[in-house]
């Protein structure tokens, strides 16, 4: 023992006990178990996808005769493609989720961005209170409010039109006021001091300093509502299921109720498969959005925050 500790102190080596057999199995065992989840649950996320690309190619007769996972004979067939937008009413369904996204968007940004702002800037009584009952409006699974939804629609005699999809959409979305608070946090309030200092009003100060400075928050905000709202179902369903004369379709209950309710399986699996694109498209454009995006640097021209970095470096003002 004394020999091999001096051989290790003339060598400058420090001599590490052999590893655990044990321990080596354990983290075999561990990895292994971890990549077969992850394999299991990529098979459960993309099969789904698979199949409807695969059904939206198929014809009537492919479908009926051949299974799920069997390529169809033309890949060139697009025929219900084409059905889905002459007798699915797909153009409609488009017209009333770009109405629904933009209206419902608009007010969704500006209703979270001035919450989180008045929750993060301003002190007032039960301000914990209030932000304690946020939290729990976000863990109330949506499908136990759905009568009450209904009633309160109902009774402000928006059922059967567009403008229930507006309201649920404008002022239920709780998250983006979470996540507009979250990056509201992260602004230096001395910004706002500044600002404040150099003479601007507040209508300035939030759309040349909180509004550019809240830019990665309005690119998730826009991409979550661009998906949410191409994937209603729920609503649609409750609320007239697209009643009167598809005033309320949207692309989403369009596909359910061309396959389930009238078998048309193949424009039904197109029908999601352009949903599917357009949401990809959609989460791909802001990705790039985000990376491409650099932080403009006319705040710290406009409102003199350089000067207040420096101050707080203590290399006093730019003259």
């Known amino acids: 023992m004394t020999s091999l500790t001096t051989r290790s102190v003339a060598t400058g080596r420090t001599s590490v006990p052999p590893r655990s057999r ?9 990895s292994t178990v971890k990549y077969v989840g992850l394999v299991a649950a990529s098979v459960i996320t993309l099969l789904p996808l698979v199949v409807l690309v695969i059904t939206a190619f198929k014809t009537k007769r492919e479908f009926a005769t051949t299974g799920p996972l069997q390529l169809p004979k033309d890949w060139f067939n697009f025929d219900n493609f084409v059905t889905a937008f002459t007798d699915g009413n797909m153009a409609v369904g488009f017209r009333n989720t770009s109405i629904v996204l933009v ?4 007010g969704t ?3 979270g961005s001035m919450t989180a702002y008045a929750i993060d800037r301003f002190e007032f009584r039960m301000k914990k209170l209030v932000i304690a009952l946020f939290l729990v409006a976000t863990l109330v699974p949506g499908v136990t409010t759905q009568v009450a939804t209904f009633q309160i629609v109902n009774g402000l005699g928006l059922y059967d039109s567009l403008w229930s999809l507006i309201a649920l959409n404008l002022g239920t979305d ?7 608070l979250q990056f509201m946090q992260s602004i230096p309030k001395d910004v706002d001091e500044a600002a404040m200092l150099d003479g601007v009003s507040a209508w300035q100060k939030l759309r040349l ?3 550019p400075m809240l830019k990665p928050a309005l690119f998730l905000v826009t ?5 949410g709202t191409w994937q209603v179902f729920d609503q649609i369903y409750v609320m007239g299921k697209g009643a009167p004369a598809g005033t309320t379709m949207t692309p989403a209950f369009l596909s359910y109720n061309t396959s389930f309710r009238s078998n048309g399986w193949g424009s ?8 599917f694109l357009i949401i990809v498209v959609i989460t791909w454009g802001q990705r790039r959005l985000m990376r491409d995006d650099k932080t403009p640097g006319r705040l710290r021209r406009t409102f003199g925050v350089a000067n207040l970095m420096q101050n707080n470096r203590g290399t006093g003002p730019t003259p």
């Open 22 to 30: 044990h321990g080596l199995a354990g983290r075999i065992a561990g």
């Open 103 to 106: 209206v419902s968007l608009a």
């Open 109 to 111: 940004i500006l209703i």
């Open 174 to 180: 709780i998250i983006s006021i979470y996540i507009f």
């Open 209 to 211: 300093v909180t509004i």
């Open 223 to 227: 991409t979550l509502g661009l998906i």
């Open 268 to 275: 039904g699996a197109a029908m999601a498969f352009i949903v």
